[in-house]
Structure formats: C-alpha cells, structure tokens
C-alpha cells in the first residue's frame, strides 16, 4: 500500500504554514504603522500618531479572524489533485474528509483522519479515499445529523432549522451491520477553499444523502462491496477539548508576553515614545495569542499519540 498524501508531515507543514500565516496577517498593521513613524518621526507626538496605534490594534485584531477561515483548509486543492491522480477513474464524486466516531475530533491537528472520494451507486454510499475505501447499503444506515463544536446545537439533516454553527460543520452518519450495531462515523465537504465554504458545502451534501436514504433507488448493474466504515478512533481527540496542561501552558505565555509588555512599556515612555508604546505592547499580545493556540494545538496531537 502506498504511503498516505495525507499523513503527518502533510498535516504538520499545513498546520505551521497556517500559524505563519495568522501572525503575518496580525502583524502587518503593525509593520505598517512602524515605518509610518520611521519615515515621519512627528507623528509620534501627534493625535495622527495615536490614531494610527488605534488603527493598527483594531485591524491586527480583524485580519487574523479574517484568513483563518481560508487557512484552516490550506493544500486542499493540491491534496485533491494528487489523490485524484493516485485514485484514477475511481475518484468519482464529492472530495469530503472522514472521522471515525461521533463529535468533531482532531487527528494531528486535523478535523479529518482522511480524505477521500464519496459517492451514490445504487443503493450503496461508497468511499474511496486515502487511506480507507469502504460501502454501506442504504438499509444499513440508521440515522444523518448535522453538528458542530463551542456551543452549536445539532440538526437533523435537511430540516429547516439553520441555528448558528461555530467552527467546522460535519455529517454525523450513523449505521449499523449484523455484528457492528450502534456505529457513527462524520464526513465533511472538502469542496471548498474556505471554512464557510465547506460548512455550506457540508449541508448541502447533507440535503442530497438524506434525499438519497429516503427513497429507494435503481440498484447498479454490479452492486460495490468494499467492507464497512473503519471505527478505530484512537489517535483522535474531542476538538473542543483541551488538553493536560493547556492551562499552564497558556498561563507560561501570558506570563511572558506581559513581562515583555512591562519592560518595553517603561522604556518606551520613559523617552515619551507613547505610540511605539502602545504599538509594541499590541504587537506583543498578538503574537502570544497565536502562538498560544499553535501550542495548544500541539498539546491535542501529543495526547492523540499518546492514546
């Protein structure tokens, strides 16, 4: 069998990429408003000059929780492309990922433990993915919810209730076999460059499967028998968990980051270079909160190897 595409090293330089990416984009206002004052040292003492700290505060705030969404979902495309290449014409259907179990878990930092193909035949639900393929007749499925994390209430899928989701959307699938009852395993749209994207992507594959499981079918010339869903979930953990000793670790930061604050402050003001000020003390706090989730991020995977 050929190494996965989606393996651990893929998902770490998506995951470190991702976390550069945040910073740049909170740190950008504050390079702006740095070489703003470089190239006009009187807007130190200005009212523009505190504008301009105000500015950049707020935006570095903005841009982070504005590309997050497309960061989360960083190499889709290409991840697509190769499995398609390596799948050949069996890479029919919808790009979704896959998790075992019920609840949004993380698996190395990931919503999905793979990725694969989906797809209607008949009466059967078949995937073909990266590391798993397997097929499920439609009398085998016993129930489709719709779920998120932090809060967002569960749904039937293709009810008219919308409630707000916050985060990631999947497709809690529950199904059943004569000696496996009581499974549950999710799938999430993967069509998309965006979290938003593939959260709207998600509901509309809920709308179509549900569609699908509740009207017979015309059965296929030659009906696809590839074995059940996997159900092993370790190696993942709740999302929306954190992990041992994610407190401490994110007090060690905060802890940090304010002794820097506290010095370059006094420095700072002790030659009345307010915006600077305020500008680094920003720029500071930013950085320690994106670094902060970075490593709390490592502390899931670390446990998710440890189970």
Excluded at 236 to 241: A, E, F, N, Y
Excluded at 278 to 291: N, T
């Amino acid at each position: 069998m050929p190494e996965p595409l989606f393996n651990a090293r893929q998902r770490a330089i998506n995951r470190n990429l991702g976390a550069l990416c945040l910073l740049a984009a909170g740190a950008l206002p504050y390079a702006a408003a740095f070489l703003a004052l470089t190239l006009y040292p009187p807007l130190e003492h200005s009212p523009a000059g505190q504008a301009l700290a105000g500015v950049a505060l707020v935006t570095s705030a903005l841009l982070p929780w504005a590309v997050q969404g497309r960061v989360a979902l960083l190499g889709n495309r290409s991840l697509r492309r190769r499995l398609a290449n390596r799948l050949g014409e069996l890479a029919r259907g919808e790009f979704v990922g896959f998790s075992p179990g019920e609840g949004v878990m993380s698996w190395e930092g990931e919503t999905d433990q793979d990725v694969g193909f989906l797809q209607v035949e008949g009466n059967t639900l078949v995937y073909r993915g990266d590391r798993f393929s397997f097929s499920l007749r439609r009398e085998n499925l016993d129930e489709m919810r719709l779920q998120g994390v932090l809060g967002a209430t569960p749904e039937a899928a293709g009810t008219a209730g919308r409630p707000v989701t916050v985060g990631p959307l999947r497709l809690a699938v529950y199904w059943h076999t004569p000696g496996d009852p009581g499974r549950v395993f999710t799938l999430a749209s993967r069509e998309a460059d965006t979290l938003a994207e593939a959260n709207r992507a998600t509901r509309a594959l809920a709308d179509r499967l549900q569609a699908w499981w509740t009207q017979e079918q015309p059965e296929a010339e030659v009906p696809v028998v590839l074995g059940p869903p996997p159900t092993d979930t370790r190696g993942g953990v709740p999302l929306d968990r954190p992990a041992p000793g994610s407190c401490l670790s994110a007090l060690a930061v905060g802890i940090i980051a304010f002794s820097l604050v506290w010095r370059l402050a006094a420095d700072l003001t002790r030659t009345e270079q307010y915006t600077r000020a305020v500008l680094w003390a920003g720029l500071i706090v930013m950085s320690a909160v994106i670094f902060t989730g970075h490593f709390l991020t490592y502390l899931q995977i670390s446990q998710g190897r440890r189970r």
